[in-house]
């Protein structure tokens, strides 16, 4: 399967643990995004890197919440401390530079999430 | 701030029949326009994107959206439906981010229910 991994597929953790998570993207792709869905909404975008650079990170990614790709290739997510509110589907999505040549992104592709339950 | 609102939290159509799911749009500047499909327990799956041309635009499963610009909307159609494209769809527009990745600002979904 060459498209976009995601690990553990459900997580259940007690509030005020730690939990990571894992995202393999496509292998190509250089560009990694975090999003985070919660029922009956639409994906809201957490950050994103460039190879190993974060270089966004939306204000929805609190304190406790960390994000990285230290070689450019997968990513973790982490969250510290974890609240009932963070209980979500937490998706990764990669994408690359367009062989357009116009400068253009791919189209993101996306994983099939992680479901994130804090009881 | 861009945003897109899709006004219907539930379409339902006969199979066979013709299918619209609506999406209106609030960017400064030109719009990149998409959409995508979740299946139950399932990641998004891209369907199209408008980014510039023709204001019709050909996706996956024999999807199409038409872009436009004066009623600033980006409705999803397909001529046909069919059972299996019962499913969550979401319109999003996207931002260009530091480096040239895009941020996907989605709506809130429309869920497709297509009915023998």
């Known amino acids: 399967d060459t498209g976009v991994s995601q690990n553990p597929r459900h997580k259940i953790t007690k509030r005020g643990q730690n939990v990571t998570f894992r995202c393999d993207p496509i292998s190509e792709h250089n560009r990694l995004y975090w999003y985070r869905q919660t029922l009956g909404q639409g994906p809201e975008f957490l950050t994103y890197?460039?190879?190993?650079?974060?270089?966004?990170k939306s204000r929805l990614l609190s304190d406790r919440f960390s994000a990285e790709r230290p070689k450019g290739s997968f990513s973790t997510l982490e969250i510290q401390r974890t609240e009932q509110g963070d209980s979500a589907m937490y998706l990764c999505?990669?994408?690359?530079?367009?062989?357009?040549?116009?400068?253009?992104?791919?189209?993101?592709?996306f994983g099939q999430g992680t479901r994130l339950t804090v009881v | 701030a861009q945003s897109v609102a899709q006004p219907e939290d539930q379409v339902n159509v006969a199979e066979g029949n013709p299918l619209t799911v609506k999406c209106t749009y609030s960017v400064s500047g030109n719009p990149y326009l998409f959409w995508y499909v979740q299946y139950p327990n399932r990641g998004l799956q891209f369907l199209l994107k408008y980014i510039t041309g023709d204001n019709l635009v050909k996706g996956s499963y024999g999807f199409e959206a038409e872009f436009n610009k004066s009623q600033t909307s980006f409705h999803l159609k397909k001529p046909s439906a069919l059972v299996s494209d019962s499913a969550l769809y979401f319109c999003?527009?996207?931002?260009?981010?530091?480096?040239?990745?895009?941020?996907?600002?989605f709506g809130t979904g429309t869920q497709l229910k297509v009915e023998l």
């Open positions: 999505a990669s994408s690359s530079r367009s062989t357009t040549g116009r400068g253009e992104n791919t189209e993101a592709f």
């Open positions: 890197f460039q190879n190993e650079a974060q270089l966004e």
């Open positions: 999003a527009v996207r931002a260009l981010l530091t480096g040239g990745g895009n941020k996907l600002t």
